[in-house]
């Protein structure tokens, strides 16, 4: 069967589907999550810089060994039972997005990331990048040879990566499509 | 178990820039996707979003006294992958509009009136076979404000999670026979007309239960195959 078409999100999407503490993934089911607590955040613009309120943002990551909480990843029965791996949060009228979870070990061949959607009015299909921590071999990083930096959050204090997400323009962040 | 994800055909997906949509031009990249094969990361993802989330349940419409204005509807999905396998117990999100048109939202402003009955949202899981049945009233049409006549048709919004990261689907269901379809900018923005046609829901015909209210049917398929011993 042919998947079903996308479309946008529109500028209508319920404010009580941002659940409070879905941007906390640093615990799950009443455990706390093993590994170093760290806060990803960044700000989300458009081509002309105007920061964007009230788009979505999903991040979905591994556990502080490197393991998918999915049944997929061969490793999943060690995944820590504290930690879920999915979290949403929505932009403040700074186009600043905040989520508190924890730093991800390397999955097998890869570095330590954290996948990242964006939904929004405007956007027709959903927008898929990847954050790193650090530059290292990659098979996704290494896709992008001239603009890499861009996927690369900065650590801007111990515990704080930030991460800003240029929809188009000026320091425009790569999207992938797979 | 796992996913296979294969490129989709463009032509059954929306263009990213839209003519008269005036934030497609703003807000979508210039520089060319980067092309990915998918790896571990993307084909695993949340499975028991129900876990983390507040479910809403699946009946909007509201009883009696508190009954919503408009006309009672009743929607049966089907959610499947593209293997045609019911994709159960993941997290469905609907919002849409009053029979009047309007949103409970900031956004919306003041051209049509709220119905104190009504919020328009529902959020509920699929059962095992994939199916999930919205009782709400038939959300009413809009104008866009662009300034050049621009109405949205009758419209449900739907998010949806899947199996694996790249299932999560964000998508918009239309009403059949409507005449905004034809002009709407984001329905015919799918290239293809077929598969804008299964972006319409089919209408039942009253031969059984319900009989007090519209009866609608609708599929949607989530990307995503099972892996196969024959296939590498
Ligand atoms: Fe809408």
Redesign the interface.
């Known amino acids: 069967?042919?998947?079903?078409?996308?479309?946008?999100?529109?500028?209508?999407?319920?404010?009580?589907?941002v659940?409070a503490a879905?941007n906390d993934l640093t615990q799950?089911?009443g455990r706390k999550a093993q590994g170093e607590v760290i806060e990803i955040s960044g700000r989300v613009a458009?081509?002309?810089g105007a920061p964007?309120e009230?788009l979505v943002v999903?991040i979905?990551q591994?556990d502080a060994q490197g393991i998918?909480?999915?049944?997929?990843?061969p490793r999943h029965a060690q995944a820590d039972p504290g930690f879920?791996?999915?979290g949403r949060a929505a932009t403040d009228k700074d186009g600043r997005y905040v989520f508190r979870t924890i730093r991800p070990g390397a999955?097998?061949g890869?570095q330590p990331?954290v996948?990242f959607?964006v939904?929004?009015?405007?956007?027709?299909?959903?927008?898929?990048t990847?954050m790193f921590f650090e530059d290292g071999p990659d098979?996704?990083l290494s896709?992008?040879s001239n603009?890499r930096n861009l996927l690369i959050g900065k650590k801007a204090e111990p515990t704080l990566v930030t991460f800003d997400i240029r929809?188009?323009?000026e320091n425009?962040?790569?999207?992938?499509?797979? | 178990?796992?996913?296979i994800?294969r490129?989709?055909?463009e032509r059954?997906?929306?263009?990213?820039i839209?003519p008269g949509?005036p934030?497609?031009?703003?807000?979508?990249?210039?520089?060319p996707?980067?092309?990915?094969?998918?790896?571990?990361?993307?084909?695993?993802?949340?499975?028991e979003?129900a876990?983390?989330?507040?479910l809403l349940g699946g009946d909007i419409a509201g009883h009696g006294a508190a009954q919503a204005i408009g006309q009672l509807m009743h929607l049966r999905v089907r959610v499947?992958?593209?293997?045609?396998a019911p994709v159960g117990g993941t997290v469905v999100?609907i919002?849409q509009?009053n029979a009047a048109g309007r949103?409970?939202?900031?956004?919306?402003d003041d051209h049509a009136p709220p119905d104190p009955n009504f919020?328009?949202?529902a959020?509920l899981v699929t059962d095992e076979s994939g199916a999930f049945e919205l009782r709400t009233v038939k959300p009413g049409a809009y104008p866009v404000p662009t300034g050049d006549g621009w109405w949205r048709p009758p419209h449900i919004?739907f998010?949806v999670f899947g199996k694996?990261?790249?299932s999560?689907?964000?998508?918009?269901m239309y009403f059949p026979g409507e005449p905004l379809n034809a002009q709407d900018r984001?329905?015919n923005?799918?290239p293809d007309a077929a598969?804008?046609e299964?972006?319409v829901a089919r209408y039942v015909p009253p031969t059984g239960n319900p009989h007090n209210a519209l009866v609608f049917e609708h599929?949607?398929?989530?990307?995503g195959k099972a892996a196969t011993a024959e296939q590498p």
């Open positions: 069967m042919i998947p079903t078409g996308e479309a946008t999100l529109g500028p209508f999407f319920p404010p009580r589907y659940d879905a799950f089911e458009q081509e002309d964007l009230n999903e979905w591994a998918f909480r999915h049944p997929a990843d879920f791996g999915w999955p097998a890869r990331h996948n959607m939904m929004f009015s405007g956007l027709l299909r959903i927008l898929k990847t098979p996704v896709l992008v603009r929809l188009r323009g425009e962040t790569p999207f992938f499509d797979d | 178990m796992a996913t994800i490129p989709r055909d059954t997906q929306p263009a990213r839209v949509y934030q497609t031009p703003l807000r979508n990249p210039r520089e996707l980067v092309r990915r094969e998918p790896t571990l990361s993307e084909l695993t993802g949340p499975l979003v876990g983390r989330v507040k499947l992958d593209e293997d045609g999100e919002w509009a949103y409970i939202h900031p956004n919306d919020y328009g949202a959020r919004h998010s694996v990261w790249l999560r689907l964000v998508t918009q984001i329905l923005a799918v598969a804008r299964r972006l599929q949607i398929v989530l990307r």
